[in-house]
């Protein structure tokens, strides 16, 4: 049981989302220091899921939706504000833009990446079904804690090894000769990702 979840952990982490072009966009644009922190603030934010799920929070979000649909639709707004900052990139203004993303903290990147997976809702429906699938009201609390942190090793492994891979001196020079291209191809994915949750928030 125990590497089965760790695989679904890997599996949830190598799907395509927010999470993933965020640490991307930091890893490019900052380098390894700004990748890794990024991916260290989605493992965090995975934390509060774990720990609202383990502690029976989701009862709350089950009888009560309209909660949930206000996570989905500040995921949405969040998403669609780093979409338009990505989308509105401009080739002349890449040195300047460059300089910008250097002197950016890690601390700033550690923040983007625990508000995008904190405000994505695909996260608290992974674990709503991971739970719900392998664990039962006869399953001990600290074994229901150990699945979430297998959960929360595998995705932080994953992004903190797609930080250091993407971060190298070669992608980062492709990176930077078309940077506005990258930022706005960026951008338009998170819009998309946002407009779709904000859809589901409204039909729900």
Same mark, same amino acid.
């Given at each position: 049981?125990?590497?089965?979840?760790?695989?679904?952990?890997?599996?949830?982490?190598?799907? $395509?989302? $927010?999470?993933?072009?965020?640490? #991307?966009k930091?890893?490019l644009?900052?380098?390894?220091?700004?990748?890794? %922190?990024?991916?260290l603030?989605? %493992?965090?934010?995975?934390?509060?899921? @774990?720990?609202?799920? *383990?502690?029976g929070?989701?009862?709350?979000?089950e009888?009560? $939706?309209?909660v949930f649909? #206000?996570?989905?639709?500040?995921?949405a @707004?969040? +998403?669609l504000?780093?979409?338009?900052?990505?989308?509105?990139?401009?080739?002349?203004?890449?040195?300047?833009?460059?300089?910008?993303?250097?002197?950016?903290s890690? !601390?700033?990147?550690?923040?983007? !990446?625990?508000?995008?997976?904190i405000?994505?809702p695909?996260?608290?429906l992974?674990f709503?079904?991971?739970f719900?699938?392998?664990?039962?009201?006869?399953?001990?609390?600290? #074994?229901?804690?150990?699945?979430?942190?297998?959960i929360? +090793?595998?995705?932080?492994l994953?992004f903190?090894?797609?930080?250091? +891979?993407?971060?190298?001196?070669?992608?980062r020079?492709?990176?930077?000769?078309?940077?506005?291209?990258?930022?706005?191809?960026?951008? @338009?994915? +998170?819009?998309?990702? %946002? *407009?779709?949750?904000? @859809?589901?928030?409204?039909?729900s």
């Amino acid at each position: 049981m125990y590497l089965e979840i760790f695989l679904i952990g890997i599996l949830a982490a190598l799907s $395509p989302g $927010p999470d993933f072009v965020v640490v #991307m966009k930091n890893s490019l644009g900052m380098g390894r220091k700004n990748g890794m %922190a990024a991916a260290l603030g989605i %493992a965090s934010a995975l934390i509060v899921h @774990v720990s609202y799920t *383990v502690l029976g929070f989701t009862i709350i979000l089950e009888k009560w $939706p309209f909660v949930f649909n #206000m996570i989905k639709l500040l995921g949405a @707004v969040y +998403l669609l504000w780093l979409g338009f900052q990505g989308i509105r990139s401009k080739a002349k203004s890449n040195e300047l833009h460059i300089g910008q993303l250097l002197n950016r903290s890690a !601390g700033q990147s550690f923040r983007e !990446g625990f508000l995008c997976n904190i405000l994505n809702p695909k996260s608290a429906l992974f674990f709503l079904s991971i739970f719900s699938q392998f664990i039962g009201h006869s399953t001990p609390e600290w #074994m229901r804690w150990i699945y979430g942190g297998e959960i929360i +090793l595998a995705v932080g492994l994953w992004f903190i090894l797609l930080a250091i +891979l993407i971060s190298n001196h070669y992608f980062r020079g492709i990176y930077r000769k078309y940077m506005h291209w990258f930022d706005r191809g960026l951008g @338009v994915i +998170l819009i998309i990702f %946002a *407009v779709t949750i904000g @859809v589901t928030a409204f039909s729900s």
